[in-house]
């Protein structure tokens, strides 16, 4: 990854690791808790693709699992979050941005409920049954809802700090000079046609020359 995919990533993590831990943890909500951090990695993974997504999965995951109050093996989540960046970043358009509001929505709904069972899972297999306590299916509703309504405020503008963050000077200057390239080739290609066609155009008006001195010739001929 380049360095400022590292910085922006890095910091942008962090910051919402702060902000869910301390501000949206303590909203005790009904169910599960809003996931700032679920939303930030999947912003980065549209733009980044499916290696950087994986990545930053990976690293933001292991950040939360040692950040307190963390009350599960470390880890844990950094697995969830590296498979569900990189699940997120197979889905990164073409250009970097997205057609529709339709596809990121299925995005975040997917993801959401994807880490909730994801992390039941790795939990049910290292002993935690704390899912089944809280009840599993309320658990996916509430963490699907609170995602899909605090994804606007979050993953457009994640999505543009990392786009702009891709526009690199010395990127542009060699794309600058590429496609200067490009257009003198192409000039060369016009002016090659252009001798083509004025050679071609001789070699038309030689054979029509020749044709009428033979018909000349011909006319002598019968005389």
């Not at 970043?89 to 941005?97: E, H, I, M, V, Y």
């Not at 049954?129 to 599993?136: F, I, N, P, Y």
């Amino acid at each position: 990854m380049r360095v400022n995919r590292i910085l922006l990533s890095v910091s942008l993590v962090v910051v919402a690791l702060v902000v869910q831990v301390s501000v949206l943890a303590r909203l005790h909500l009904p169910g599960a808790v809003p996931d700032l951090l679920l939303l930030t990695v999947l912003g980065l993974a549209l733009v980044y693709g499916h290696v950087g997504g994986a990545l930053i999965g990976f690293g933001a995951g292991l950040l939360a699992d040692l950040a307190p109050p963390a009350d599960h093996a470390a880890g844990r989540y950094a697995l969830v979050l590296c498979v569900i960046g990189y699940l997120a970043g197979l889905a990164k358009p073409d250009n970097g941005r997205l057609r529709s509001a339709t596809g990121a929505m299925v995005v975040v709904v997917a993801a959401a409920i994807g880490t909730t069972l994801l992390y039941a899972g790795v939990g049910a297999l290292v002993g935690d049954t704390a899912a089944r306590h809280v009840g599993l299916p309320g658990l996916l509703f509430t963490a699907a809802l609170y995602d899909l309504l605090l994804a606007p405020f979050v993953v457009p503008g994640i999505m543009a700090l990392a786009r702009r963050a891709e526009n690199d000077p010395l990127a542009d200057a060699n794309s600058a000079s590429q496609s200067a390239d490009i257009s003198s080739g192409w000039l060369a290609g016009g002016t090659g046609l252009r001798i083509g066609s004025q050679r071609n155009g001789l070699r038309a008006k030689a054979a029509r020359a020749r044709v009428a001195r033979a018909g000349r010739i011909k006319g002598v001929k019968r005389l």
